[in-house]
Every structure is written in structure tokens, then in C-alpha cells.
């Protein structure tokens, strides 16, 4: 079965920063692969953060961009998301998103709340 495995989320107060994690499987990791962050926040629906395109390209949601970087290490086959100036409506649960020919893959996901 194939898993995403995502870390580093936490309690962290406003303004400050977080690195996610998110290891893919060898077999589903190409540069041409879709690669993608979600969340979902408490009560709300789940919503695209940061992607990496097919073509390579990088796209962030209207809230995080200017705060948020999405990036990938081709030698780990591991996909990050750099969060900086973090507010308490980034509180949610982030998820690690890999479409792979003609399937998607999901991570467990990851805690992050940002609170005093």
C-alpha cells in the first residue's frame, strides 16, 4: 500500500514559523507528478495551500501566498512546506496530496495550530 508520510506539525504562537514534511514513496515521486498541501481547518472544507505543477511550476492559495513556500528535495523524495508569519487561521490539519498517472494519494495528515 502505497503511504504518504507527513511530519513536523505543532503548536506554535502567531507570527512564528513551521516546516512540514512529507516523504513519497519512491515509486509515485516524479518531477512530473502533481505534488500538493491541503488542510482543512476546524469546520471547514479542505482547501489547496501550495502546489507543485506538472510542468514544475509553483501555485499558492490567495491566503498564504508571500508566507508559505512549497518545495521538494528529489534526493529524499521529500515535498516541504515552508511556513513563515504564521496566524491562528492557518489552525488545521495539512495534508500532503501526490496524483501519480491515474491515481491520488493522500497523507495521514499533520496538526498545526497556531495560538498564544
Known amino acids: 500500500q502505497v503511504q504518504l508520510v507527513e511530519s513536523g506539525g505543532g503548536l506554535v504562537q502567531p507570527g512564528g514559523s513551521l516546516t512540514l514534511s512529507c516523504v513519497v514513496p519512491q515509486s509515485i515521486f516524479s518531477r512530473h507528478a502533481p505534488m500538493a498541501w491541503y488542510r482543512q481547518g476546524p469546520g471547514k472544507e479542505r482547501e489547496l495551500v501550495a502546489t507543485f505543477t506538472s510542468g514544475g511550476s509553483r501555485t499558492y492559495g490567495d491566503s498564504v501566498k508571500g508566507r508559505f513556500t512549497i518545495s521538494r528535495d528529489t534526493t529524499t523524495n521529500t515535498v516541504y512546506l515552508i511556513m513563515n508569519n504564521l496566524k491562528p487561521e492557518d489552525t488545521a490539519v495539512y495534508y500532503c496530496?501526490?496524483?501519480?498517472?491515474?491515481?491520488?494519494?493522500w497523507g495521514q495528515g499533520t496538526q498545526v495550530t497556531v495560538s498564544w
Open positions: 496530496n501526490v496524483q501519480y498517472r491515474e491515481s491520488v494519494y
